[in-house]
């Protein structure tokens, strides 16, 4: 092979892999959208938007469907290896984080319209600041994704304490207030239900900041990488 050829295949499988990033963002933004809309419906009580917000999962799981199509494309035409097998495969797993996120989303969305027939639950001001915590931590992981930024990545990972430390304090003002109202135990039922789903998009946010770590430098992110982050200016990528 020349090296004018080796160039063009390699800028081709660039151009490929660009593309791909870019349908994973984009995808990623949907699913932020999503959970933003499906929020302003259960504060609003407007089952339309709720709804809406249903319908809409369809087109997040056709554009994941597509990214696999794309993946294993690139996997069978391009044949990557090492660094470059690891970004395939980490563009697959981070589809299938933000098709979770969007059915997560839409589980919001159902449960706000069942809440919807009962009276409001004060607490449920309190989910608010759990889904925006959730919803940073998607749309900084995909920015990090996105610049095949490690380290703002890890970060990420980092906050997902800070969500889950939010999420217990909000499961417990809840299940005191069932007891202490049992009229409002249906209600706060699907609360916890939401506040749950909302923990677990900033579950799968740390996954995705786990494969773009991967994907960097082909080790699994823990504390320990995160200390050692900080410790030297960069880690070492893996070939």
Same mark, same amino acid.
């Given at each position: ?32 959208? @999503?959970?933003? +809309? ?12 709720? @709804? +809406? ?11 994941? =469907? @597509?990214?696999?199509?794309? &993946?294993? +494309? ?33 589980? &919001? ?11 409001? &639950? %004060? #607490?449920?001001?309190?989910? %608010? ?25 890890? #970060? ?9 430390? =939010?999420?217990?304090? #909000? ?10 109202? %049992? $009229?409002?135990? !249906?209600?706060?039922? $699907? ?8 923990? +677990? ?19 699994? #992110?823990?504390?320990?990488?995160? @200390?050692?982050?900080?410790? &030297? !200016?960069?880690?070492?990528?893996? %070939?």
């Amino acid at each position: 092979m020349n090296t004018e050829t080796h160039e063009h295949i390699v800028k081709s499988y660039d151009t490929e892999l660009a593309r791909l990033t870019g349908e994973i963002v984009s995808m990623g933004d949907f699913a932020g959208m @999503q959970l933003t +809309r499906a929020m302003q419906a259960l504060a609003t009580r407007d089952g339309i938007a709720a @709804q +809406r917000v249903i319908d809409n999962d369809d087109t997040l799981d056709a554009k994941e =469907r @597509q990214i696999s199509a794309d &993946v294993l +494309r690139l996997l069978a035409l391009r044949q990557p290896f090492a660094g470059d097998l690891r970004e395939v495969l980490a563009a697959l797993r981070i589809a299938a984080d933000i098709e979770r996120i969007g059915d997560y989303a839409a589980s &919001v969305a159902k449960r706000s319209i069942v809440l919807n027939e009962s009276a409001p &639950v %004060p #607490l449920a001001t309190g989910l %608010p600041a759990l889904a925006t915590l959730a919803g940073d931590m998607l749309h900084d992981v995909l920015h990090a994704y996105e610049t095949r930024d490690a380290r703002a990545a890890a #970060l990420v990972w980092e906050r997902d304490d800070k969500l889950d430390a =939010r999420y217990t304090g #909000l499961f417990r003002e809840l299940l005191t207030y069932m007891i202490e109202d %049992p $009229h409002s135990i !249906s209600a706060c039922t $699907h609360l916890l239900f939401i506040a749950k789903h909302l923990e +677990r998009i900033g579950d799968h946010a740390t996954n995705i900041a786990e494969n773009i770590w991967f994907a960097a430098y082909g080790s699994t #992110l823990t504390a320990k990488e995160i @200390q050692r982050m900080r410790g &030297v !200016s960069h880690p070492t990528a893996r %070939p």
